[in-house]
């Protein structure tokens, strides 16, 4: 069964570094690219980024890059999100989400969600 | 401001038909990319509803339906039920940038009266 297990909720204050984990099980990680997805409270889903696990090439949608990091390490089979330093309205859920297949295919399995709250 | 343009909200009666669109652009839709469709219910994750713009996976009823034209995008959803309240979000790919980038609708919350 493919899962993507996603790291706990977390709570932290501005200027703080996080990073925040999606493990894949279940398949071929380095085989499938890996989103990730930002809602933020009441608010619709924005397209964040993408990494290739094979070789960890990223792509970012413009209002996210240079504020945050994606990553992978495939001996693992986990993806990860990053930030050097959070701001207030990084609060949001974050999803990471596979691509089924290639660049025009539909994402076919989500995980849970991580809750990241930032708050002073 | 999202690159796809969905209603803010759409309702209907339980077992009335309501349409979904998505409008986008000649660097996504118009360009021949796919679209996709997901449902939302409250407090969940996305869950995958329309792929291709008109195929359903396993297990998602009949009921839903999807169909593209031009740059516009659709999903329709017949015999209403109680169920379906959720928000909708189409997806599609973008190649008005440099390397991949996939953008979604601003979401859709349907009601069911």
């Known amino acids: 069964e493919v899962q993507l297990v996603q790291s706990g909720a977390e709570v932290k204050k501005p200027g703080e570094s996080l990073r925040i984990s999606c493990k894949g099980s279940?398949?071929?990680?380095?085989?499938?690219?890996i989103n990730w997805v930002r809602q933020m409270p009441g608010k619709g889903l924005e397209w964040m980024g993408i990494i290739d696990p094979r070789d960890s090439y990223t792509n970012y949608s413009p209002p996210f890059q240079g504020h945050v990091t994606i990553s992978a390490d495939k001996s693992i089979s986990t993806a990860y999100l990053q930030w050097s330093s959070l701001k207030a309205s990084d609060t949001a859920m974050y999803y990471c989400?596979?691509?089924?297949?290639?660049?025009?295919?539909?994402?076919?399995?989500w995980g849970q969600g991580t809750l990241v709250t930032v708050s002073s | 401001q999202s690159v796809l343009t969905q209603p803010p909200s759409v309702s209907g009666a339980p077992g009335q038909r309501v349409t979904i669109s998505c409008t986008g652009s000649s660097s996504n839709i118009g360009a021949g990319y796919d679209v996709h469709w997901y449902q939302q219910l409250p407090g969940t994750a996305p869950k995958l509803l329309i792929y291709g713009n008109r195929n359903r996976p396993s297990g998602v009823p009949d009921r839903f339906s999807g169909s593209k034209s031009g740059t516009s995008a659709s999903l329709a959803i017949s015999g209403l039920q109680a169920e379906d309240e959720a928000d909708y979000y189409c997806q599609s790919y973008d190649s008005s940038l440099s390397g991949p980038y996939w953008v979604f609708g601003g979401g859709t919350k349907l009601t069911v009266l």
């Open positions: 279940g398949y071929s990680f380095t085989n499938y690219w």
């Open positions: 989400a596979r691509l089924g297949g290639d660049y025009n295919s539909n994402v076919d399995y």
